[in-house]
């Protein structure tokens, strides 16, 4: 069975009706990110941070996979498919994704504020001032926050080095470290893009562009490896 590694972004997540961050009408037209989003925010502000992630967690439990993630998950029975996704919703998992690796961490988890490796679940949608670790340290967002370190490239890095097939989708492959992770494919490797438009870092590549949002282009994409009897 040949590994068919997924690089998802948001904009598989915005066809469920998650709202992004960087496209017209998204977050950071309502919020400054870096009042929100980075270690100083959390400082400065905790009662912001937590209401903001709040509001993020309880808008995602009103919203469902769509086709593209479905899609994937069917494509267990044929690939071992290993998704490495930019996104911090649970999108992928409810729709059946068995291998899912998230790079900027979970928005339905919290993490320790001195132990960054005591991670739990966040019962409901809200996490609030109080909530404490097992050590008794208040628990923040398990989200990699802008001047964090993206400590999970070091585990995507050999996963796409294995890769047979290389599927990026919903991501314009933009934001560092996570779009350099298509450079450590092998050369031979076949790349397909489901994307509107065509990713500036990849035109060096031989690829083949689906130009299709993910919805429509996964459909696309799934009659392209079985005609080739890719799997």
Request: aromatic content about 6%; charged content about 25%.
């Amino acid at each position: 069975m040949k590994k068919l590694v997924v690089l998802s972004g948001s904009g598989i997540s915005a066809e469920s009706g998650i709202r992004t961050f960087r496209d017209m009408g998204g977050l950071w037209e309502e919020f400054d990110v870096m009042e929100v989003a980075s270690p100083r925010a959390w400082e400065m502000n905790r009662s912001l941070v937590l209401r903001f992630y709040n509001e993020r967690r309880k808008a995602l439990a009103s919203v469902h996979p769509n086709a593209a993630h479905t899609g994937l998950a069917a494509l267990e029975k044929e690939f071992d498919v290993q998704i490495i996704t930019q996104n911090v919703d649970d999108l992928h998992e409810r729709a059946g994704s068995s291998k899912i690796l998230h790079l900027h961490g979970e928005l339905k988890k919290a993490r320790c504020t001195v132990n960054e490796e005591e991670v739990c679940d966040i019962e409901g949608w809200e996490l609030k001032e109080g909530d404490l670790s097992s050590g008794g340290y208040q628990l923040r967002p398990h989200i990699v926050w802008f001047g964090e370190p993206v400590t999970a490239i070091e585990e995507a890095i050999p996963l796409v080095n294995r890769a047979d097939i290389l599927l990026v989708i919903g991501t314009s492959l933009n934001v560092y470290p996570a779009a350099g992770l298509i450079n450590y494919k092998r050369h031979d490797v076949p790349v397909y893009v489901i994307d509107p438009g065509e990713p500036q870092g990849i035109r060096s590549m031989k690829v083949t562009f689906i130009n299709k949002k993910a919805t429509e282009g996964i459909v696309d994409f799934i009659r392209m490896v079985k005609t080739n009897d890719l799997s």
